[in-house]
Structures are given as structure tokens and as C-alpha cells.
């Protein structure tokens, strides 16, 4: 017979599927501020935090909500060289296909978009922004100064360098939008309402105050590590529940099935 912990397993599978976006509390005050800074003549917006804290999905979740009445794309995580890089936004531009073969001409770009100003307002919204380099930045810019324009450009935020310090991301005036690490509140709500979304209530409600505070100590309150932690969680009970039923709670998940996961995933050691 399938475990009913398959299913809660899956729920924490890491993902940025925007059907599965949840209004909490610091993600809806972050929407609301990026909504806000794209209604104001802004040129770029950084949407900033560190890895793992809901930028993607937020990014996704704005340009679903905003399709509608405005011209706004989505360019995720650029694998893709500069050249393909100014295709796609030659496209988005000019609603055309460059012919095979092509280049694109890059000034003739940015006298393209002036023409547009007042015109068409287009929002970019550029995902992992830190793997563009700085000439690329750089050309970014002048694209913006057209007014016609508008990038939402997105950086982690790491430990060992300061991106936001560096010239070519401090030069022009930008509206800065921090996400933060989840409070317990919101990491809680996170793993509910992930649960109940998929009817699998029994479980969720087997997630005690006690057990959301020490999965967000170990997980803290990165939305990422959450999803690994919890998918470790339920991995280990799919295992008992399979194996050995006697030894777990189905009321209350026992403390010690998430230290066993933090323990695998090396959050702590023995
Ligand atoms: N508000 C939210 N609703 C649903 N899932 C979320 C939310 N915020 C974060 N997540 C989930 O947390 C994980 C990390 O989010 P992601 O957007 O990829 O972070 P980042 O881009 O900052 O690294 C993803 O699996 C994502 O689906
Ligand atoms: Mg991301």
C-alpha cells in the first residue's frame, strides 16, 4: 500500500510552479512593494535577498497578475549567451523575429526604445541577475534610460560579496525591495497551507507548534531549506510507516524525525 507520506513528500519537491503560490504575510508585502515601484517612473527596481527566500516565485507570481494589463516578460536564469540574450529582448521590443543569421544591433536597439517612450511601457524581469556581467549590465542600463523600459533586475544576496556595492548595480537611482528569511509565523503558514492545498490535512495537523519551531531553527527560515527538511522529514516517515508503523505517531510527528533529517542533511552533526 502507498504511504499517505508519499503524497506530503511530494508537496516539498522545490519548485517555482506558480500555481502553487502562497499569499504570506512578508510575500504579500513584498508583491505590494514591487507593484507599487513599478507604477512609479523608476528605470530599474532590484528585487534583492538570498537564495532560497521566494524572488523567483515572486517574480512569477507579478507577471501573472500583470499580463493582463500591461507589457510585462519574464527572463529567467540566463543560461543563455548576451547574443541570445539581446534576441529575446529584441523580440519582446519590437514583437519580431530577427531574421537568421542577424545580430543585433545594439544602438540601433536603444533608438528603437527611445521612439517608444510615451508610447509602450515594457517591464523586464530579470531572474539571477548576478551571472550578468558588468558590460551587460551596462547595456541594460541604457536600454532603461530610454523610459521605455523598465528592468526589475534580481541578485542574491550571498555572504562573501556585496553585489548591490559594486559600480555598475550603484550608479542609477534604484527602489530597493529586500526579501527576507521567513519569520516562523510565515514558515509555519508555508507548511500548512503547502499540506492543505493537497487535502492532506491529518498530516498537516500532526505538525505541532513545537515541531515548526525547531524545523525553522534548522531550516532558518530559508524557504529552500524547508522544502528539504521537510521532504527529509516525510521521507523518513514514509520509511516507518512502511517498515515499521509501530514506531511512529501518526497525531503528533515526533521531534526526533526532524532532528534525524537536519542530522542527514548535515545541519547538525552527532
Ligand atoms: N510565497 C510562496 N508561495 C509558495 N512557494 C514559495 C513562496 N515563497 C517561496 N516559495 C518556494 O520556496 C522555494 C524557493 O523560492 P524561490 O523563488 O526559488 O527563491 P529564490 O529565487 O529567492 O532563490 C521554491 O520552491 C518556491 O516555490
Ligand atoms: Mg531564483
Redesign the pocket.
Known amino acids: 500500500m502507498k504511504s499517505r507520506y508519499t503524497a506530503a513528500k511530494n508537496v516539498f519537491v522545490?519548485?517555482?510552479?506558480i500555481e502553487?503560490?502562497?499569499e504570506?504575510e512578508s510575500?504579500v508585502t513584498a508583491y505590494q512593494q514591487l507593484e507599487h515601484s513599478i507604477e512609479k517612473p523608476l528605470k530599474m527596481i532590484l528585487l534583492f535577498?538570498r537564495?532560497?527566500?521566494?524572488?523567483?516565485?515572486?517574480l512569477n507570481r507579478i507577471a501573472q497578475k500583470l499580463k493582463h494589463n500591461k507589457e510585462i516578460h519574464y527572463f529567467d536564469t540566463p543560461t543563455i549567451s548576451e547574443k541570445e540574450f539581446f534576441y529575446k529582448l529584441f523580440k519582446v521590443l519590437t514583437k519580431k523575429d530577427l531574421p537568421a543569421n542577424t545580430e543585433v544591433n545594439f544602438s540601433a536597439l536603444v533608438d528603437f526604445c527611445k521612439t517608444l517612450r510615451g508610447k509602450r511601457e515594457i517591464i523586464i524581469l530579470l531572474d539571477e541577475a548576478q551571472m550578468y556581467g558588468p558590460e551587460m549590465m551596462e547595456k541594460i542600463r541604457l536600454l532603461s534610460d530610454s523610459r521605455a523600459v523598465k528592468f526589475v533586475v534580481s541578485l542574491h544576496k550571498t555572504d562573501d560579496e556585496d553585489l548591490i556595492a559594486k559600480e555598475h548595480f550603484q550608479s542609477r537611482i534604484w527602489e530597493v525591495i529586500e526579501?527576507k528569511n521567513a519569520t516562523p509565523q510565515d514558515q509555519a503558514e508555508?507548511i500548512h497551507k503547502k499540506l492543505l492545498k493537497k487535502n492532506l490535512f491529518e498530516i498537516a495537523n500532526s505538525i505541532k507548534e513545537k515541531n515548526m519551531k525547531l524545523i525553522h531553527q534548522f531550516s532558518n527560515g530559508n524557504?529552500?531549506e524547508c522544502?528539504k527538511l521537510m521532504f527529509t522529514i516525510f521521507e523518513i516517515c514514509q520509511y516507518y510507516d512502511e517498515n515499521e508503523p509501530s514506531k511512529i505517531n501518526y497525531a503528533q510527528l515526533p521531534q526526533k524525525i526532524i532532528e534525524m533529517s537536519a542530522l542527514k542533511l548535515g545541519y547538525i552533526h552527532v
Not at 522545490?14 to 510552479?17: A, L, M, P, Q
Open positions: 522545490d519548485s517555482v510552479d502553487d503560490y502562497i504570506l510575500s535577498g537564495p532560497g527566500t521566494g524572488k523567483s516565485i515572486l526579501l508555508y524557504y529552500r522544502n
